[in-house]
């Protein structure tokens, strides 16, 4: 029987990599979008994948487009937290506003996407997956809001995984410089500065994140749980 897997944010960069690879591999995939409405739609009728509008800064929004997934995917096998946005900038020139929401879809988010299926997951024994950043474990200039958010899932992750065991594993993947719309605010002079930082020479694809999170959701990686995979070419170790 097709395992089923519910994927927030699928629309672009990483989430489209996501609901790619998990589509290919024969899972029943239903991911949310917000603003992409087209390329939400082109990527369900090229994969098959459900799609989903939904505000992952909006409770009601989740609540809502939680309730319709369950619906069609009674007793889920996974959930993957990767809906995000980015902001760059000073933090004394950051809004409240700006600040909540980037606290709001990143960790408020993931919190309410777990909480409403953790039930339906304790019954499959299934996994979660939190798409985390090597900023929540490093930092970075100008990205502090970000940078927080990041490592509020990760510790969401570990504290998660102990409280869900033994049902359920939950994990997270913290992603280097990854080739993602997220990456159009640097000039292409920062751009060849991080990439002559990393250690392999290149900026990730994310394929190369879907790669990981396919490991980690399967039964190979039955034994993980509350470990924070770098997907980063090596530069932070």
């Not at 990205?143 to 998660?160: F, H």
Request: charge should be negative.
């Amino acid at each position: 029987m097709p395992r089923k897997i519910i994927i927030t944010g699928g629309s672009s960069g990483i989430g489209e990599a996501l609901v790619r690879r998990f589509a290919s591999e024969g899972w029943i995939v239903a991911f949310t979008y917000l603003h992409h409405e087209a390329e939400a739609k082109r990527i369900a009728d090229e994969t098959g994948a459900l799609c989903y509008r939904c505000d992952n800064n909006d409770p009601e929004s989740i609540r809502m487009a939680a309730e319709k997934i369950l619906k069609l995917l009674h007793r889920p096998d996974g959930l993957i937290n990767n809906a995000g946005i980015a902001q760059k900038s000073l933090i004394e020139e950051m809004s409240l506003g700006e600040w909540d929401a980037l606290m709001g879809v990143h960790l408020r988010g993931a919190f309410l996407w777990t909480k409403a299926l953790l039930p339906e997951l304790r019954e499959s024994g299934g996994a979660i997956l939190n798409i985390a950043s090597i900023w929540g474990q490093t930092g970075a200039s100008c990205e502090a809001a970000y940078s927080a958010a990041k490592s509020g899932l990760i510790g969401l992750t570990k504290a998660l995984a102990k409280e869900a065991a033994p049902d359920v594993r939950v994990n997270a993947i913290a992603p280097g410089v990854i080739e993602t719309p997220m990456l159009d605010c640097y000039t292409e002079d920062e751009l060849d500065a991080m990439r002559s930082s990393i250690p392999l020479a290149c900026l990730g694809k994310p394929e190369d994140v879907a790669g990981a999170a396919s490991f980690l959701m399967s039964d190979a990686a039955a034994y993980i749980t509350g470990q924070v995979l770098a997907v980063n070419g090596g530069l932070y170790c």
